[in-house]
């Protein structure tokens, strides 16, 4: 069987900051050429709609907005045990999100093998369809950081000729 | 005395719904229904170009993708008077049907059995009886010993590791939780079934629509998916006889083991069916137009006042004026506020924020207060379930007889159609509503394969925006029921977008008479045993299938809670 890499870019982009899980993933897929065992999806707010595409791959990996009161724009990286524990305590309002179809995903025993999360600290999350200018700014890292997770997976990645 | 309970949030819903109720002896005896977030999309809308809005509104909701994309295609067709080719038509009737399917599968065991089941009581039963009898009610054949004692197996594995996952807050051993563990062990099987069934369905949108979950396939004028016969990359007859398959499997799945679980468990709890009626006027939207210009509907609706049937009366088509001039938008209870007094036609609507605090008797909500000719109205499964019985439509009556007979044996006395106007009703409707989409999308997939075979492959009819201003609306008779959206258009540009949409028919606060609305008062005269746990709140708020849209979910890394944001 092949391999299967799941890029998942998630949020709303009619909240401004909310929705630049969404912009890096549409721009990884122009941006570059991936291989066919790479899936990006454009998953916006919605949870169990892109189950069926996240269960048994080989690597999740997800784009999103986070909040740790760091500097608007910072990348952080969650990774292996960091991300079980980051899903595991959320009690969520948002009960159909990420955290639950993981729970359903482990239940049926189709969790994804691996799971890395690059989240980025949003500046504003108002109403609008532009990213703030500091989150515009680093959304090319954003996007590089992705692709170079992908190469650190073996992925082979190549940016499309200008 | 009587004792506040706040709940919030709402749980197992999308989005964010305060509900606050008085309880006095063991009873609600007022209620409070608060959406917490700004839904402020329609700003965002306008000035644009009308042709894009519906891929900017699908953005709304995380559940309702397809559902705001295709009414807001209507609304602008419905401006412009433009018809709509029928391979399109057919096209969209599969795309909503299939997505109905989906969600009406989620909701009932993915977000509300959990109410009714007690997942932990399932871990005692005897796999042996539950088989006996889930074979005595239905054929399904993954209602085997064998599927259950591996369902059991499975269960106490996941509880063992102690992530109990979408199990983890349930009111297990509550008082309230009445089914033996064999029925309890029986739901558990067909939660684990219903994943891969709705996988299916999901599928099925995916093709059609392109993309999942945003469809990319919509246009206003048709759809954007090309037919041909021979070409790999378009819409061929191959790719849709593979639906076909699907189609199959869900429809067993729905008639084999949805229809036959909620009538199991309204046996059970047959005193649910005196509870939770609340607001007995019924708003429903006719769906899935067979010709070009949407005066010909496969499922009528219309409007019922007062739980009276006989005095139903039918919307008859895209633009109906009875529809199109009955509804209104209060914000005396809501926190925004109007230019004028009064509440507003929504091609009239305005989207003004202004915060309050959370005030008994003052603004308490982000949602508008729509009302029908003055009155408030029920919409959803159930609302849509009855206006067909009043039409006479056929295949909703066949599936309803159905139903209520099988209720009728288990619980071993007679339940008729008024045992409906209730919480467990609501899931008996949705569950109803649930097949009729099933004999849908199967009828529309041979309505577009006969079309097809006619040599017609015409998807999509140019619209032309003229000068000066046009104003239309769109409706869609969506999962959570009554789906408008409102718009004026002026030299092709939007000049102003509403959206209506069923959580604000349903969980809209208090109007401008100061009558509560249908979350309301439906929960007055509901039980509480305990006012720690009030899972019988959530019963009846659950019944309707919340969903909040807003949708937004940033992950706080800090707390590991999601963060509470207001865009103001």
């Known amino acids: 069987m092949t391999r299967r890499v799941v890029v998942l870019g998630v949020g709303n982009i009619l909240l401004t900051d909310e929705g630049v899980g969404v912009h890096a993933v549409n721009a990884l897929a122009e941006q570059f050429c991936l291989p066919d065992e790479v899936e990006v999806i454009d998953g916006g707010t919605s949870g169990m709609d892109c189950l069926d595409r996240i269960a048994e791959a080989d690597l999740l990996l997800i784009a999103d907005c986070m909040r740790g009161k760091r500097a608007p724009g910072t990348i952080t990286r969650l990774g292996g045990e960091q991300i079980g524990a980051f899903f595991k305590t959320r009690i969520s309002p948002h009960q159909v999100g990420l955290s639950d179809v993981f729970a359903t995903l482990a239940l049926h025993e189709l969790s994804p093998k691996a799971i890395v999360m690059l989240g980025v600290e949003p500046k504003a999350i108002t109403l609008g369809m532009d990213l703030s200018s500091e989150v515009s700014a680093i959304l090319p890292d954003l996007v590089g950081a992705l692709a170079a997770e992908l190469v650190g997976f073996g992925v082979s990645v190549h940016p499309k000729a200008a | 005395m009587s004792t506040r309970i706040t709940i919030d949030p709402i749980t197992r819903i999308e989005g964010h719904l305060r509900v606050d109720v008085e309880v006095e002896g063991g009873k609600v005896t007022k209620a409070w229904s608060s959406g917490q977030m700004w839904r402020g999309v329609e700003l965002i809308l306008l000035g644009r170009d009308p042709r894009d809005a519906w891929a900017i509104t699908q953005r709304i909701c995380g ?43 989620v909701h009932f065991y993915h977000l509300s059995a959990l109410d009714w089941v007690d997942v932990v009581s399932a871990l005692s039963a005897d796999p042996g009886k539950t088989a006996t009898l889930a074979q005595s009610l239905s054929n399904w054949p993954l209602n085997s010993k064998a599927v259950m004692v591996q369902t059991q197996e499975k269960l106490k594995a996941f509880v063992a590791s102690g992530q109990l996952g979408p199990f983890a807050g349930g009111y297990w051993g509550h008082p309230a939780m009445k089914l033996p563990p064999e029925v309890n062990l029986l739901a558990v099987a067909h939660y684990l079934q219903a994943l891969d069934i709705q996988r299916q369905a999901n599928k099925i949108v995916t093709i059609l629509g392109s993309k999942t979950p945003h469809i990319q396939n919509l246009a ?31 429809s067993d799945f729905v008639n084999q083991v949805y229809l036959v679980d909620v009538a199991a468990i309204g046996a059970f709890y047959a005193d649910w069916t005196k509870h939770g009626a609340g607001v007995m006027n019924y708003l429903s939207a006719p769906d899935f137009p067979m010709d070009t210009k949407g005066t010909e509907f496969m499922v009528p609706g219309g409007y019922i006042p007062g739980g009276d049937l006989a005095a ?27 230019s004028k007094a009064g509440p507003l036609h929504p091609y009239q609507g305005e989207t003004t924020p202004h915060y309050t605090d959370f005030q008994d008797d003052g603004k308490y909500s982000w949602l508008k207060s729509p009302t029908f000719y003055g009155a408030r109205a029920q919409v959803g499964p159930l609302a849509s379930v009855l206006n067909c019985v009043a039409a006479g439509h056929k295949p909703t009556i066949d599936y309803a007889t159905k139903v209520l007979e099988t209720v009728s044996s288990l619980a071993g006395a007679k339940v008729g159609l008024d045992a409906m106007h209730s919480t467990i009703g609501r899931h008996a409707a949705r569950a109803i509503r649930c097949a009729t989409m099933g004999d849908i999308l199967a009828h529309n997939w041979q309505a577009l394969i006969d079309n097809i075979g006619k040599g017609d492959v015409q998807t999509f009819n140019k619209p032309v925006f003229p000068k000066g201003e046009v104003v239309g ?14 718009t004026v258009i002026r030299d092709g540009k939007i000049a102003n977008y509403q959206c209506v949409v069923p959580s604000t028919w349903n969980a809209g606060p208090r109007d401008e008479s100061d009558t509560p609305g249908p979350y309301e008062s ?4 509901n039980p509480v045993a305990d006012t720690e746990k009030p899972l019988e709140v959530l019963r009846t708020i659950h019944s309707f299938d919340p969903c909040l849209a807003c949708a937004v979910h940033v992950h706080d890394e800090e707390t590991g809670e999601v963060v509470q944001v207001k865009a103001l």
């Open chain 2, 220 to 250: 206003v004028g048709g759809v954007s998916n090309p037919i041909a016969t021979d070409s790999q990359s378009v819409l061929t007859v191959d790719r849709l006889m593979a639906i076909k398959t699907q189609i199959d499997k869900l």
């Open chain 2, 473 to 486: 609306y769109g409706f869609h008779e969506a999962p959570r029921g009554l789906l408008s959206h409102w």
């Open chain 2, 63 to 105: 559940v309702c993708t397809t559902v705001h994309a295709i009414t807001s295609v209507r609304a602008v067709e419905n401006a412009l008077q433009l018809e709509v080719p029928l391979n399109a038509q057919y096209i969209r009737n599969m795309i909503i049907s299939a997505h109905a399917i989906h969600d009406h599968i």
């Open chain 2, 312 to 338: 139903y009366k039918p919307i008859r088509s895209f633009g109906d004026d009875f529809l199109g001039k009955g509804v209104e938008e209060s914000v005396k209870h809501s926190w925004y506020t109007y």
């Open chain 2, 522 to 525: 439906s929960l007055l005269g």
